[in-house]
Nanobody, 124 residues
Framework: QVQLVESGGGLVQAGGSLRLSCAAS????????MGWFRQAPGKEREAVAA????????YYTDSVKGRFTISRDSAKNTVYLQMNSLTPEDTAVYYC?????????????????WGQGTQVTVSS
C-alpha cells in the first residue's frame, strides 16, 4: 500500500502563491506518475498537473499553464505543486495521487492511490 499526505493548503488572496506538498510512504515507492487533482463544490474532479516519476514529462490543464509548476524529489518521495497568480477560480480541495499504470497522466482512473486532500481558498 501507498499512503499519501498532502500539506500546504490554506487561504490566500488573489494574486498570491501557495506551495502544496505530497509525501508518500509505504511500499517501495516507484510510481509511473504522480498527479494533482482538484474538486470545487458542485464540480467534477479535474486533473491539474501530473509528472512522470522517472522524468517522463509533465501535464498541465490549460487553465493553470504558466502559473502552476509540478516537481518531484525522488529522494524524499515527495511531489510539489507551486501555485502562483492564484485566482478565486482555483479554490478547491486539492488531492495528490499516485499511478502505477502507464496510461495518460490526466486520467483519474489511472490513479490507485489518493491523499486525503487539502483545501485551497483564494479570496478576491
Amino acid at each position: 500500500q501507498v499512503q499519501l499526505v498532502e500539506s500546504g493548503g490554506g487561504l490566500v488572496q488573489a494574486g498570491g502563491s501557495l506551495r502544496l506538498s505530497c509525501a508518500a510512504s509505504g511500499r517501495t515507492f516507484s510510481p509511473y506518475s504522480m498527479g494533482w487533482f482538484r474538486q470545487a463544490p458542485g464540480k467534477e474532479r479535474e486533473a491539474v498537473a501530473a509528472i512522470g516519476w522517472g522524468g517522463g514529462g509533465t501535464y498541465y490543464t490549460d487553465s493553470v499553464k504558466g502559473r502552476f509548476t509540478i516537481s518531484r524529489d525522488s529522494a524524499k518521495n515527495t511531489v510539489y505543486l507551486q501555485m502562483n497568480s492564484l485566482t478565486p477560480e482555483d479554490t478547491a480541495v486539492y488531492y495528490c495521487a499516485a499511478s502505477y499504470y502507464s496510461g495518460t497522466y490526466y486520467h483519474a482512473g489511472n490513479y490507485a492511490y489518493w491523499g486525503q486532500g487539502t483545501q485551497v481558498t483564494v479570496s478576491s
